[in-house]
């Protein structure tokens, strides 16, 4: 029996880094200098993991990261303060607002504070608004993963079924939008979500089958279409995927099972999680690059 082509997500992700590299030194000729402050509210001790993850993959490339933390009380007035003052530091080119916030802080008037120029979660009105005219250089950075592992298939996208099984503002709508972007090669993109009523019915004619809900083993193989290219967003992390199918990490699509249908798949973990760092340097990169454009 055929078994899908397994799409390594760690090796794109070494060859856009290397990319990347050259590219900072361009700009730092140029006297540009990359910089990013990462805002975190509170302590919170799986989001201290992620700043680690940051920090080591920023300076690995060569771009400063600062962390600012702030107290888990502050009010909104004081963080928009906050904000605006790195908004206006020209020696930040790129701002993370670290999710979540506490309960009593509104996280989109936060998010929408932050300039778009400098932007790189592209979670701001004004670049989802570039996205949905196909102009954008900033989007999500695990949308984007998502798209880069698609693509790195191969196979032409003009005209292909694409189901997209989640409808987050971070993952399922920008994909589809990202799918739409170029015109003339697009194909045609399907979005389920919690109260799709036949989910099974748009899974299995779907030429390509992007998944991301954040649910264990969600799609199992005989919702899959045979030869399907399969990319998997969910990451579900112990204990739970320990207890229930004796690993760590599990995505939200059976892998044992849909690699026996499938024409490629991307794992989990390997996948969509190493390309989603390189895209987030990527956004970086490019918010660098316009930071005087917007």
Do not use: W
Not at 13 to 29: C, G, T
Not at 70 to 78: V, Y
Not at 117 to 144: C, F, Q
Not at 178 to 189: D, E, R
């Amino acid at each position: 029996m055929e078994r899908a082509v397994v799409l390594d997500g760690r090796a794109l992700a070494v060859k856009i880094k290397k990319s990347l590299k050259q590219e900072l030194i361009s700009l730092k000729q140029k006297g540009v200098i990359p910089s990013v402050v990462a805002i975190q509210v509170g302590k919170d001790a799986a989001s201290y993991v992620y700043l680690k993850q940051q920090k080591k993959s920023c300076e690995e490339i060569g771009i400063t990261y600062e962390l600012k933390e702030l107290p888990q009380n502050i009010s909104e007035k004081d963080l928009l303060k906050e904000i605006e003052k790195i908004n206006s530091d020209t020696k930040v080119t790129g701002i993370i607002l670290q999710m979540p916030l506490p309960k009593a802080l509104d996280a989109r008037k936060i998010q929408i504070a932050i300039a778009p120029r400098k932007d790189i979660e592209g979670v701001h009105p004004y670049n989802m608004g570039m996205l949905v005219y196909g102009t954008s250089k900033i989007a999500p950075p695990t949308a984007e993963a998502a798209i880069e592992l698609l693509k790195s298939s191969g196979v032409e996208l003009k005209g292909k079924e694409v189901t997209i099984v989640g409808r987050s503002a971070i993952v399922g709508k920008p994909i589809a939008l990202l799918l739409l972007k170029n015109k003339p090669t697009s194909p045609t993109p399907t979005i389920c979500h919690s109260v799709t009523k036949d989910m099974a019915f748009h899974t299995k004619r779907a030429d390509i089958l992007i998944v991301a809900v954040g649910k264990a083993h969600l799609i199992k193989g005989d919702m899959i279409k045979k030869g399907a290219i399969v990319i998997d967003v969910g990451i579900n992390p112990a204990p739970e995927a320990l207890k229930r199918f004796g690993k760590k990490i599990v995505g939200d699509v059976d892998f044992d099972e849909a690699k026996k249908l499938a024409s490629f798949i991307s794992p989990v973990p390997g996948g969509v999680g190493p390309l989603t760092v390189a895209m987030f340097l990527r956004n970086i990169v490019e918010c660098s690059k316009n930071i005087d454009k917007i």
